[in-house]
């Protein structure tokens, strides 16, 4: 599965972005996905994760109420809605594909490439 993320920039603190993920393979509405992101000097942390028919989400607790994910299976993509945008936000945020509900990232097998949100005055 080819991931492509996109959406990221710079934008003020409480500000909002938008970032998609296309999927490529026509079985996208099979596999659970998920965004990480890392910040700078940070390891990698999990921030969203949406079930196969959208119907569930979960989120880290420092996004929750912040952030929406959502995902369109006839387009293949998943997106997540970021809100109230904070600098701690600052991060580059990877979309990934998984065959299980998880936030670990091990699990992950597919991966995209990354886009960088920064938030900043």
């Known amino acids: 599965v080819l991931l492509q993320a996109s959406g990221g920039g710079l934008v003020q603190p409480g500000g909002f972005l938008t970032l998609s993920c296309a999927a490529s393979e026509v079985t996208f509405s099979s596999y659970y996905m998920a965004w990480f992101r890392q910040g700078p000097g940070k390891e990698r942390e999990f921030v969203s994760i949406?079930?196969?028919?959208?119907?569930?989400?979960d989120y880290a607790d420092s996004v929750k109420g912040r952030f929406t994910i959502s995902r369109d299976n006839a387009k293949n993509e998943v997106t997540l809605q970021m809100n109230s945008l904070k600098p701690e936000d600052t991060a580059v945020y990877y979309c990934a594909a998984a065959g299980i509900f998880t936030r670990l990232d091990r699990m992950y097998k597919y991966w995209g490439q990354g886009t960088l949100v920064t938030v900043s005055s």
């Open positions: 949406i079930n196969r028919y959208g119907s569930v989400a």
